[in-house]
């Protein structure tokens, strides 16, 4: 490329970290923030950890006035200050599997020491948006399959259910390789009618138990209960905004799957009594949960294609979710014991994040908020409610269950930020001054006398090319931000 077409650079771009002595392009930062904040989204992680983990990335490398705005499927960043700024923006339209969150994590942790160089972190972005699954399709479709069964022996604990969810879980998991963008809004109403028509008809003949709470299965990577759980945590969080949209969107996505199921019964002949789940009863042996947890973590794993090392992290936080869910359910009542559940795992996943050889949070939370299965609940609530008439109280019930979960996600991540980082006080609300009217303060008299002082009589400063000292101590409108404490 000819230099002459090279941006020019400031030499106050340097990373805090003080790794890489060249300085920063910033158009080229510019791109990899966007990118590093592209891929968090299609992690579907919440808007206030993106702004918080992206305010870092940029104060590591000397960019303390870089601002973000973070919405569900767009990202804002400005960078420079007061008339300096320049604004990028990026709509956000891709979803990753859980070995491109595994890859775009790592890379995040060495963006946060500016252990990388922008230029080579856009590169390997890309690499990462291009990451093949590290199983075929046959390998993928089988983990779906396994996943379901997994999940029909916790909901409808019989072996005939588990058998024909096992069958549905596989057509699902086929017909969900397909990469069609138009296919995608409409798959899931497919997919809800075609595996209730077959349940439906199966019932009669086949002892499968409950079989509205069977459905649940085939369709759990379908319901948004991730969404809804994060949506009301962005709430919260006073992100009114992104959180808004999310729990309507998930609202609407309840619907959609619930639209399916309904009209699967009209065509199969089932009364309104069809459509009230019955009480979860099983005769099988105790380990069967166990077993079934097993079976979910294992179906995640081929499906999602998630990195081996983290197969161990995502069981052990299921099974710390499954059995503290178990346990609240017992002695408080099932509407919070997802409260529970997500209180004892919040913890664990982060503790997890922290290991040097642990998993990325958001491979170990996802699995366990379909485990937990708020958008289940809101499922069965929002189908009992249309088809039977008599389910409000239920829906209620389930969105109840929803909050539940995310105050205990909430309340465990501010127990975890306490104990290993202590309370502290954060300046949410400042404008900054223009530097044309920006008055200097001048230090005081017997300052001046010592050594190291601004304007002190022993130091001399020296002057960059543009006239402005480099010392970023006294300068008039200096502001020694992580760059010049790098220097």
Not at 197 to 219: H, K, Q, T
Not at 223 to 251: D, Q, Y
Request: charged fraction near 15%.
């Amino acid at each position: 490329m000819d230099h002459r077409s090279r941006p020019r650079r400031r030499r106050d771009d340097r990373p805090a970290s003080g790794r890489t002595e060249a300085p920063v392009d910033q158009a080229v930062l510019r791109r990899f923030l966007l990118g590093l904040a592209e891929g968090m989204n299609a992690a579907d992680e919440s808007v206030d950890r993106i702004g918080e983990t992206m305010t870092a990335v940029a104060r590591a490398y000397g960019r303390a006035d870089t601002d973000f705005v973070v919405l569900p499927r767009a990202i804002l960043v400005q960078t420079g200050t007061q008339d300096e700024s320049r604004v990028a923006i990026r709509s956000v339209s891709a979803s990753f599997r859980f070995d491109q969150i595994a890859a775009l994590y790592r890379l995040i942790e060495q963006a946060r020491r500016g252990a990388v160089e922008p230029l080579d972190g856009i590169r390997r972005l890309n690499d990462i948006g291009s990451m093949r699954p590290r199983h075929g399709w046959l390998v993928r479709t089988f983990g779906h399959a396994v996943l379901t069964t997994g999940l029909a022996l916790l909901l409808a604990p019989t072996w005939q259910g588990a058998i024909v969810a096992f069958v549905l879980g596989a057509a699902v998991g086929l017909a969900k390789l397909v990469r069609s963008p138009t296919l995608q809004l409409v798959f899931p109403v497919f997919a809800s009618f075609a595996c209730a028509l077959a349940v439906f008809l199966v019932a009669p003949y086949v002892e499968i138990g409950d079989p509205i709470r069977l459905l649940i299965a085939p369709l759990a990577t379908f319901l948004p209960g991730g969404m809804l759980t994060t949506g009301t945590m962005e709430l919260a969080a006073r992100e009114m905004t992104a959180g808004a949209s999310r729990l309507v969107f998930g609202l609407v996505q309840l619907a959609l799957l619930s639209f399916g199921i309904l009209a699967a019964g009209t065509l199969a002949g089932i009364g309104e009594s069809g459509y009230v789940p019955l009480a979860p009863t099983s005769g099988l042996p105790w380990w069967v949960a166990p077993f079934g947890v097993l079976l979910f973590a294992l179906g995640n794993h081929l499906h999602f294609s998630a990195p081996p090392s983290t197969f161990g992290w995502v069981l052990l936080v299921l099974a710390v979710a499954y059995g503290a869910q178990a346990a609240g359910a017992a002695l408080i009542g099932a509407t919070v014991s997802g409260f529970i559940g997500a209180l004892a795992m919040t913890p664990v996943v982060l503790w997890i994040a922290s290991l040097r050889n642990g998993a990325p949070s958001q491979l170990t939370f996802l699995p366990a908020f379909w485990l937990l299965v708020p958008g289940a609940a809101g499922l069965l609530g929002l189908t009992q409610a249309v088809g039977a008439g008599a389910g409000l109280e239920d829906f209620a019930t389930a969105l109840t269950s929803v909050m539940s979960i995310a105050l205990g996600v909430l309340i465990g991540v501010a127990l975890y930020r306490t104990v290993h980082r202590g309370a502290e006080e954060v300046a949410q609300f400042h404008v900054e001054v223009p530097a044309a009217l920006t008055e200097e303060d001048e230090p005081p008299l017997w300052a001046r006398f010592l050594p190291g002082t601004p304007r002190s009589i022993w130091h001399r400063p020296s002057h960059g090319r543009d006239g402005r000292e480099a010392g970023g101590l006294g300068g008039r409108g200096a502001d020694p931000g992580p760059a010049a404490a790098a220097t």
